[in-house]
């Protein structure tokens, strides 16, 4: 009987040495298993600190690219072939609109005329919006305005594409279309960027953006 006592006790102390260990090892783990999980960095994440320390770059212009910058790679040339190219398509689509018109002398004298103050108010608001365009940037598509009032401008701006052009071969006697605007730009962005740059390092002189 005493044996049996004594053997009791044992058989209880064993199980328990047994659980142990095995639930600490779980917890400890699954700790181990989180940690690693938080600390890992998703795939491709871009890394901010790299983004917030990389210079602005300039915004191309579409036939310049970025040229406009320091007048190389053919930016002479390009101006000369962009201020052609939109004389003669300008004068091109002003034949053609001219022979569409022609077909409304059959309708009288009134209607040709509707016909062609029409056309040459679509030119000039063309024009208007296409050089203001280069000096300023266009508010968002839809903003103050309705989907049907926008459309309705686009389909006038469209048909005014002869003012448009001619727009563009004005510009190109100053400098490349929308440069002035773009230029504006990246100066005051390279100036933040010397700004910030000097504030994370203290340096009064790299504030100067020439020096970038």
């Known amino acids: 009987m005493s044996d049996s006592k004594a053997a009791k006790p044992a058989n209880t102390a064993d199980t328990g040495d047994a659980a142990g260990p095995t639930s600490v090892t779980g917890v400890t783990g699954a700790a181990e298993i989180g940690t690693v999980t938080g600390a890992a ?26 040229s406009w910058v320091a007048h190389d790679r053919g930016y002479g040339m390009r101006r000369v072939a962009v201020a052609i190219g939109s004389l003669l398509a300008a004068l091109a689509g002003a034949l053609a609109l001219g022979f569409g018109l022609m077909g409304l002398v059959r309708y009288g004298p009134g209607v040709t005329s509707l016909g062609v103050a029409g056309f040459v108010a679509c030119a000039v608001l063309g024009f208007s919006r296409t050089w203001k ?21 686009t389909s006038l701006y469209a048909l005014g594409f002869v003012g448009t052009l001619f727009a563009y071969f004005l510009r190109t006697f100053t400098e490349a279309p929308g440069e002035g605007l773009r230029r504006a730009e990246y100066e005051a962005a390279r100036a933040d960027h010397a700004r910030r740059r000097a504030a994370r390092s203290g340096n009064p002189a790299a504030a100067d953006p020439r020096s970038t």
Request: hydrophobic fraction near 25%; charge should be positive.
């Open 133 to 153: 365009g280069f000096t300023r940037r266009r508010p968002p598509a839809g903003h103050h305005s309705t989907s049907s009032s926008a459309s309705s401008s």
């Open 41 to 66: 960095k998703a795939p491709g994440a871009p890394d901010t600190a790299k983004a917030s320390t990389a210079p602005p770059q300039p915004e191309p212009i579409r036939l310049f690219g970025t």
